[in-house]
């Protein structure tokens, strides 16, 4: 049987990040952000080997939560930002910007009852 008080806790920090981010925060992004605060400059191939996620699907998620201008418009939610890779240039590193550890650490907070 589940603890009621984690799912509770859970079901929060997720209304949290709805409320903060995005009311249509897909998993996938979630999963990315989580995965990039736990290894700052973690390279993209190694985000699509460790969340099995397509090369496509990493770029646009990861666009979405980094922060680009879309014609006159500046878009994406700015948790994470892209870098080349300093072993490899073709490569891109990518780290969370302030807000993103912010936002994390809240959700964090939020889903451990803190």
Do not use: H
């Amino acid at each position: 049987m589940m603890d009621s008080r984690a799912t509770g806790d859970l079901r929060k920090g997720i209304a949290f990040l709805r409320k903060e981010v995005s009311s249509e925060l897909p998993t996938q992004q979630l999963a990315i952000l989580l995965e990039v605060i736990a290894e700052e400059g973690i390279t993209m191939p190694a985000l699509q080997k460790k969340l099995y996620m397509s090369s496509a699907s990493v770029s646009k998620n990861i666009r979405m939560l980094s922060r680009f201008k879309d014609g006159d418009e500046i878009k994406g939610y700015d948790l994470l930002r892209t870098e080349p890779d300093l072993d490899e240039r073709r490569r891109m590193a990518v780290f969370p910007t302030e807000t993103g550890k912010r936002i994390v650490s809240e959700f964090l907070d939020i889903c451990l009852g803190k």
